[in-house]
């Protein structure tokens, strides 16, 4: 019975900062549990997803069940090296910032196998309208940019391709030049793709299909929806993909798209982030009374599946599980990725004023970089020495990076985009007072 001197329920989170963690409310289901429906599984068949936990990677390391995706050696590799070299970037522009060479940025620790093998399961050609938190996702997109380009400059000419010795070489080449892009932007300096018109982590690339990533999150699940749309009407195969936190479903936006998406059977995935935290406020109070955020699916008459945000081969899975299915008309699907961020929501957070230090520890999905590095060790394709050693080059590749970055200028002194920029790129034809702007600078 409800107390009367209580009207109104204000959620809190299990621990506050001097608590001990206390995750004890979580239950862990075993990995390999759940079945894979098939994809175009109706909707109302599914229901029971949305209150389970799709796990690959058992205890031990081992895929298991159903949703194992069955990939490659070199697949899982090319996925762990993405998410060691997101951590160390992501460490780097920290440590930067802390000292005053950046104004703003935002680490996804705890989160890189969500972006990882989000893009991954994708095709090039498919859109992607990104949160803050997904660096890892840009690496890998821009990654798999680059090797199309060389495999179009192969065709062109024979010998076009990298003798295998110098293909390591190649690629640790192609990773700094993608970091020196992404640090030049965080920096605004001449080499921003953006011209400065962007706050830091605030990545967008057309080329690579890359959306713009917006302040106000909420407004890339309706975009996202729109452009999957226009892609069918076109008769296009590509699809388009979203990310937004726990959060940002507190917002009108959110239940716009899923009523968008629901009405016109948009073929698009909409990924829900639950990292226990939006900036200072625990996911208690954006979720309300819902068990999980992928149970939100259900009233819109979506699938809705809720998935180890931790787990590699997890997050492929049901990824590729949701692409097939929008790609054969099957629609949009809900995904609710479970997982804890590690770090403060920006640098302009403390969480130390609302959580325990050392929370994200002992989060009992454990570390995605860890578990895909011992799934990969136990299939004997990995060892602890090549991943030392890959620790300690991709530390040297970012420092020549971020080298390479302020060459193009920095922060404090430039060179940073050209003034006449700022008057281009937003009307097709001038306005009157932007013409006398650009007079009274003289240009």
């Known amino acids: 019975m409800a107390d009367p001197a209580k009207p109104i329920d204000v959620p809190h989170p299990d621990a506050r900062p001097g608590?001990?963690?206390?995750f004890?409310?979580?239950?862990?289901?075993?990995?390999?549990?759940?079945?894979?429906?098939?994809?175009?599984?109706?909707?109302?068949?599914?229901?029971?997803?949305?209150?389970?936990?799709?796990?690959?990677?058992?205890?031990?390391?081992?895929?298991?069940g159903e949703w194992n995706p069955g990939l490659d050696a070199d697949t899982l590799r090319a996925g762990l090296k993405t998410m060691l070299l997101t951590r160390d970037y992501d460490a780097r522009m920290l440590k930067m910032q802390r000292?005053?060479?950046?104004?703003?940025?935002?680490?996804?620790?705890?989160?890189?196998?969500?972006?990882t093998a989000g893009?991954?399961?994708?095709?090039?050609?498919?859109?992607?309208?990104?949160?803050?938190?997904?660096?890892?996702?840009?690496?890998?997109?821009?990654?798999?940019?680059?090797?199309?380009?060389?495999?179009?400059?192969?065709?062109?000419?024979?010998?076009?391709?990298?003798?295998?010795?110098?293909?390591?070489?190649?690629?640790?080449?192609?990773?700094?030049t993608i970091l020196t892009d992404m640090m030049c932007h965080c920096i605004g300096n001449a080499r921003d793709n953006l011209l400065g018109r962007q706050l830091p982590v605030h990545y967008a690339n057309k080329a690579l299909n890359w959306f713009s990533v917006s302040g106000n999150l909420g407004t890339q699940f309706p975009q996202a929806v729109g452009w999957?749309?226009?892609?069918?009407?076109?008769?296009?195969?590509?699809?388009?993909?979203?990310?937004?936190?726990?959060?940002?479903?507190?917002?009108?936006?959110?239940?716009?798209?899923?009523?968008?998406?629901?009405?016109?059977?948009?073929?698009?995935?909409?990924?829900?982030?639950?990292?226990?935290?939006?900036?200072?406020?625990?996911n208690s109070i954006s979720g309300g009374k819902a068990e999980t955020f992928a149970s939100k699916a259900i009233g819109y008459g979506l699938p809705g599946l809720?998935?180890?945000?931790?787990?590699?081969?997890?997050?492929?899975?049901?990824?590729?599980?949701?692409?097939?299915?929008?790609?054969?008309?099957?629609?949009?699907?809900?995904?609710e990725l479970y997982t804890y961020?590690?770090?403060?929501?920006?640098?302009?957070?403390?969480?130390?004023?609302?959580?325990?230090?050392?929370?994200w520890k002992a989060w009992p999905l454990g570390d995605p970089v860890e578990r895909l590095k011992t799934h990969l060790i136990g299939l004997g394709e990995w060892?602890?020495?090549?991943?030392?050693?890959?620790?300690?080059?991709?530390?040297?590749?970012?420092?020549?990076?971020?080298?390479?970055?302020?060459?193009?200028?920095?922060?404090?002194?430039?060179?940073?985009a050209p003034v006449p920029t700022m008057f281009e790129g937003v009307y097709a034809d001038q306005p009157w007072h932007l013409r006398r702007q650009r007079q009274e600078l003289g240009i």
Request: charged fraction near 25%; hydrophobic fraction near 40%.
């Open 383 to 416: 060892s602890e020495d090549q991943h030392t050693a890959l620790e300690t080059e991709y530390k040297d590749l970012v420092s020549a990076a971020w080298k390479a970055a302020v060459g193009h200028g920095t922060l404090e002194e430039g060179p940073h």
């Open 228 to 282: 999957s749309m226009a892609s069918a009407l076109k008769g296009e195969t590509a699809i388009a993909s979203s990310w937004i936190g726990d959060g940002t479903t507190a917002e009108g936006d959110f239940h716009a798209a899923l009523t968008l998406a629901s009405t016109y059977n948009a073929p698009v995935i909409l990924n829900v982030v639950n990292n226990q935290w939006a900036i200072s406020m625990h």
């Open 99 to 115: 000292t005053k060479r950046l104004s703003f940025y935002m680490k996804c620790l705890g989160e890189e196998a969500v972006a």
């Open 24 to 64: 004890s409310h979580i239950q862990v289901p075993p990995a390999g549990k759940l079945a894979r429906p098939h994809v175009l599984a109706e909707a109302a068949t599914l229901r029971g997803f949305p209150f389970d936990l799709i796990r690959v990677l058992d205890d031990d390391g081992q895929a298991v």
């Open 19 to 22: 608590d001990a963690p206390d």
């Open 306 to 335: 809720r998935v180890d945000g931790n787990d590699f081969l997890a997050v492929y899975a049901a990824t590729r599980w949701a692409a097939e299915r929008a790609r054969n008309g099957g629609g949009a699907t809900l995904i």
């Open 119 to 176: 893009a991954m399961a994708l095709d090039f050609e498919d859109m992607l309208f990104p949160s803050y938190r997904q660096q890892a996702a840009y690496i890998s997109r821009a990654k798999q940019g680059g090797e199309r380009e060389a495999r179009k400059a192969a065709d062109r000419q024979s010998g076009g391709q990298p003798a295998p010795s110098e293909a390591p070489r190649a690629a640790r080449q192609q990773e700094q």
């Open 341 to 359: 961020r590690g770090e403060a929501h920006s640098t302009s957070d403390d969480p130390s004023k609302y959580r325990p230090k050392d929370e």
